[in-house]
C-alpha cells in the first residue's frame, strides 16, 4: 500500500473539524423609514374593521364567571367607533351566549376576514375571555378559548383552538391584521385547568409549549400576558388590566413619537408598561410581529405632523435587553422609545453585558429597528471548537485504510462578508492517536497524527434563533501514518489540497453563544498498489461557538 492513502485518512479528519456558519440577525440591514406627514396617512388609507368577542361563561359551572368581559369590549368598541379617535368602518360585538360558541365564532372569522378587499385595510380581532390547556386529538398539550359552550371536561372537542384565532384571519386580503388576546391559559385569574394538566405543568422547566406568538400567522399578535402567566381583571379598573391601558393608549395617551396617530404597538407598549407595574411584576404583555419597519397599522387618530423620531425591536433574540440611550435606560426590549432629532448613542445591555454601542444621528419621522445596527456592525467574527467523528462511505475502506476515527479543531468565522448571505471560515486542526486495518483477516495496528488548514465558503439561511447554511470547501492537509511491526517498520506521509461540500446548522441559544452541528462528503481519488481508486467518505461534527 502507497502513501497516498494517507491523504484520504487526513481529509477525513478534515471532515470532522469544520466550524459553523451563524446567521446574526433577522432582518437583512438597517431599517430607517422617512416619509412626510401627508406620505404617512396616504399608506394607511385602508379602511378599519373590528371584531370584538367578550366571553363571560363557559358551558358549565366549572367555569367562574368573567365581571368585566363584556365591558371590555363595550369600551374598546366606543374608542374604535368614535369619530374623532378610531373612525373604524365596521366595530362588530360578539358578547351573548348564542354568538359565541365554537360553530358561532367560527363562522364569524370567515365573514370578518372577508371584509377587508385590499391590502391596506385593517382587521383587529380582539378577545376577553377565559383561556386553557388541554390535549388535542394528537396528544399534545394545546391552548384554548373558553368559547360559551366549551365543557370542561371536553375541552378538545367543545372550545377553540386559540391559533384558529389568527390563522382564521390567513385568507384576508388586508396585510395589517392584529389579533389581541386578553386571556391566559395557566395559574389563577382568567384560567381554569383540569388537575392533570396541572400536575404536568408543575413537573415541566421552561412549559415545553410553543407560544402563539411563535406559530401565529396573523401580522401582530399582542397577548395581555406571557406565555405561561396568567391575566387579570381589577374591581378598581372594571376592566380587564391590559385592555383598560390599552383603551387608553387608544384615547390618545399611546401617542409616543407625538404624530397625532396611535399605531398597534405605540398602544401595546403602552399598555404593556402600565399592567407590569399595576400587577406588580406578575402580568407582562407579550408582543410578536411579523412584519417589521414602518408599522403597519394605525389604530387611533391621523398622522398630521412628523413624528418624534423611534427606536425600537421586537424580536425574540432581544428580549429582556435594555434599550439605552446618551446613557440612559429607555425601555426594556420588547419595545420602542421616542428621541430627540440629532445625534445619539445607541446600547444594548443585558445583565453587565454590552451587546451594542453604536453613533447614530436621527431626523424627524425615522423609525430605526435597533437589531438592524447589528448588520452594520457586519461582519461578526466568531471562534468555534468542534469535535466528531469520520469515516469511509464503503466498508472495505474502512476496513482496509481507515476505521472510524475521532477529529477536533477550532475555526474562525467571518459571517455575511459578501452579498449579506456568505459567510468566510478559515479553520487550523490536529489530531492523531492509535488504530487498526483489517487486512487478509488480519488486524495490523498503526499510529496516526495529522494537521490542517482549510477555507470555505457557505450561503446561509436564517429563521429566528436558527441558520442553516450549505456551501464549497478547500483545505491542504498533511497526515502521518506509522506502522512498527515484526515486518514492517515504516512511516508514511503525505500532503494534498482536496475540495469538499459541507452542510450544517445552528442555534443561538443567546446573542454570544451557539451550538452547531453539520456534515461534510467528500469524493477522493487513493492510489492503493499502484492502482487510482475513487472513494467516497464523510464526516459530522457538533461545535460550541463565541461570537466576538
Known amino acids: ?64 364567571p368573567l365581571r368585566f368581559a363584556r365591558k371590555d369590549v363595550d369600551d374598546l368598541g366606543a374608542v374604535l367607533q368614535d369619530p ?79 391559533d384558529r384565532l389568527s390563522s382564521g384571519l390567513s385568507s384576508s386580503k388586508s396585510r395589517r391584521r392584529v389579533v389581541v388576546l386578553a386571556t391566559c391559559h395557566s395559574g389563577s385569574g382568567k384560567s381554569l385547568l383540569p388537575d392533570e394538566v396541572v400536575a404536568e405543568l408543575a ?3 421552561g412549559g415545553g409549549l410553543r407560544p402563539l406568538e411563535e406559530v401565529s400567522r396573523a401580522n401582530i399578535v399582542l397577548s395581555a400576558s406571557d406565555f405561561l402567566e396568567t391575566a387579570r381583571e381589577d374591581e378598581t379598573l372594571q376592566n380587564d388590566v391590559y385592555t383598560h391601558f390599552l383603551v387608553e393608549a387608544l384615547s390618545g395617551g399611546g401617542d409616543r413619537n407625538g404624530d397625532g396617530a396611535v399605531t398597534a404597538t405605540e398602544a401595546h407598549d403602552f399598555a404593556r408598561r402600565r399592567t407590569y407595574v399595576f400587577s406588580q411584576g406578575r402580568q407582562r404583555p407579550a408582543a410578536e410581529l411579523v412584519e417589521v419597519g414602518a408599522d403597519p397599522v394605525i389604530l387611533t387618530g391621523d ?54 454601542s453604536e453613533e447614530v444621528r436621527l431626523e424627524e419621522g425615522e423609525r430605526l429597528d435597533v437589531d438592524s445596527l447589528q448588520a452594520r456592525r457586519e461582519p461578526f467574527v466568531a ?55 483489517s487486512l487478509a483477516g488480519t488486524s495490523v495496528p498503526f499510529g496516526w497524527s495529522s494537521f490542517l488548514a482549510g477555507a470555505s465558503l457557505a450561503w446561509q439561511w436564517d429563521w429566528r434563533w436558527v441558520s442553516v447554511w450549505v456551501g464549497p470547501r478547500v483545505a491542504g492537509l498533511w497526515v502521518q501514518r506509522s506502522f512498527s511491526l515484526d515486518v514492517y517498520k515504516k512511516t508514511q506521509s503525505a500532503f494534498s489540497v482536496t475540495p469538499g461540500l459541507l452542510v450544517g446548522a445552528s442555534f443561538h441559544f443567546t446573542p454570544r453563544w451557539e451550538l452547531s452541528v453539520g456534515l461534510q462528503g467528500m469524493v477522493v481519488a487513493v492510489v492503493v498498489d499502484a492502482v487510482t481508486q475513487t472513494l467516497g467518505f464523510a464526516g459530522g461534527w457538533a461545535g460550541v461557538g463565541y461570537r466576538f
Open 1 to 64: 500500500m502507497k502513501a497516498a492513502p494517507l491523504l484520504v485518512l487526513s481529509l477525513c479528519c478534515l471532515t470532522a473539524v469544520q466550524g459553523c456558519a451563524h446567521g446574526g440577525g433577522e432582518k437583512g440591514g438597517l431599517v430607517t423609514v422617512k416619509a412626510s406627514a401627508d406620505e404617512v396617512q396616504k399608506a394607511f388609507s385602508g379602511r378599519r374593521f373590528a371584531l370584538l368577542v367578550g366571553i363571560a361563561q363557559g358551558g358549565d359551572d366549572h367555569w367562574q
Open 203 to 205: 413537573s415541566r422547566k
Open 303 to 356: 398622522v398630521k405632523r412628523n413624528g418624534q423620531p423611534e427606536l425600537y425591536s421586537y424580536v425574540p433574540r432581544l428580549d429582556g435587553f435594555s434599550l439605552r440611550v446618551d446613557g440612559e435606560d429607555r425601555v426594556e426590549l420588547p419595545g420602542g422609545a421616542a428621541v430627540g432629532a440629532g445625534a445619539h448613542r445607541i446600547e444594548l445591555t443585558k445583565g453587565g453585558e454590552v451587546l451594542l
Open 383 to 437: 471562534m468555534t471548537l468542534t469535535g466528531g467523528a469520520f469515516g469511509f462511505v464503503d466498508a472495505a475502506s474502512r476496513q482496509q485504510l481507515l476505521p472510524i476515527a475521532p477529529a477536533a479543531g477550532v475555526s474562525v468565522r467571518f459571517e455575511r462578508v459578501l452579498l449579506r448571505r456568505i459567510t468566510v471560515e478559515l479553520d487550523v486542526s490536529g489530531f492523531g492517536g492509535q488504530q487498526s486495518l
Open 84 to 162: 374623532l379617535r378610531g373612525r373604524f368602518a365596521s366595530v362588530e360585538a360578539l358578547t351573548t351566549p348564542e354568538q359565541t360558541t365554537r360553530p358561532a365564532l367560527e363562522a364569524a372569522l370567515v365573514r370578518f376576514a372577508a371584509l377587508a378587499t385590499q391590502p391596506d385595510d385593517v382587521l383587529v380581532l380582539y378577545v376577553s375571555a377565559h383561556g386553557t390547556l388541554a390535549r388535542d386529538a394528537r396528544g399534545e398539550l394545546e391552548r384554548y378559548l373558553v368559547t360559551s359552550d366549551a365543557q370542561f371536561h371536553h375541552v378538545a372537542e367543545t372550545a377553540l383552538r386559540v
